[in-house]
């Protein structure tokens, strides 16, 4: 068997920034995004979501292009939103952009805190503007 550890934090808005993810939701995008990193062998190190937003560090092998990687996960978790909360005031969606930076284990300790301690950072805006780039223009 082939050594790899491909370290990746990613993140992507809603479609239009929406404040759509409340904690039901996010029970759901998180549940879905897990049971499908299984199917890909890529473990979920850390998920946590804000009300526009998500933050997610995974190991994703070699063999997964990160632009499919994410592919899947927004699928996913867009269609069993739409599926379990068919009431929303618009349809659950994704923007198409979203952000990745690679990091290395000796950093892991910091990535996984930093997306674990999302709602604190935001309530008090400490966030760490690299870290929450979705495009260019952020």
Request: aromatic share 10%.
């Amino acid at each position: 068997m082939t050594f790899w550890r491909c370290y990746y934090h990613v993140v992507w808005t809603t479609k239009n920034r929406a404040p759509l993810i409340t904690a039901e939701i996010e029970r759901v995008i998180v549940d879905m995004m897990e049971e499908k990193a299984r199917t890909l062998e890529s473990p979920l190190l850390a998920v946590n979501c804000v009300a526009d937003h998500i933050h997610v560090a995974a190991c994703i092998p070699p063999k997964i292009a990160v632009a499919e990687w994410v592919r899947h996960m927004k699928g996913v978790s867009t269609h069993e939103v739409n599926s379990r909360f068919p009431s929303l005031p618009e349809h659950f969606r994704w923007q198409n952009h979203y952000g990745v930076l690679t990091f290395g284990a000796t950093v892991q300790n910091f990535v996984v805190d930093y997306i674990r301690r999302q709602k604190e950072r935001h309530a008090c805006q400490q966030i760490e503007p690299y870290m929450e780039q979705v495009t260019d223009d952020d």
